[in-house]
């Protein structure tokens, strides 16, 4: 099993940035495809991004492309997501992800085992 650890949300104002990141800890994360979700006020959990396990490929949601950038680094077990430009509608809690199997489906959080316990981030206008 592994252990999912977000940090780095906050308050930024609109045209900000931030970067989350994703710490495991127990089974290597390497092991794990991974993936960013984000849930805002009332709604429910969307994709945000995805990652293979090597790093090789991604995939991210059409709101966020050209903004965010997942990125993985093995060696340190941890997960990013570098957040610009972001908008008040990027306001949400942002939970990293981490699946078994193979990266296809890995737009649907029903595909992953493990989550962290999320991080607040609020852009203001």
């Known amino acids: 099993q592994v252990q999912l650890a977000e940090s780095g949300g906050g308050l930024v104002q609109a045209g900000g940035s931030l970067r989350l990141s994703c710490a495991a800890s127990g089974r290597t994360s390497s092991t794990y495809v991974m993936g960013w979700f984000r849930q805002p006020p009332g709604k429910g959990r969307d994709f945000v991004a995805a990652?293979?396990?090597?790093?090789?490929?991604?995939d991210y949601a059409d709101s966020v492309k050209g903004r965010f950038t997942i990125s993985r680094d093995n060696a340190k077990n941890t997960l990013y997501l570098q957040m610009n430009s972001l908008k008040p509608e990027d306001t949400a809690v942002y939970y990293c992800?981490?699946?078994?199997?193979?990266?296809?489906?890995?737009?649907?959080?029903?595909?992953?085992?493990?989550w962290g316990q999320g991080t607040q981030v609020t852009v203001s206008s």
């Open positions: 992800a981490a699946r078994e199997g193979a990266f296809i489906n890995s737009l649907n959080p029903s595909m992953y085992g493990y």
């Open positions: 990652i293979t396990r090597s790093g090789g490929s991604t």
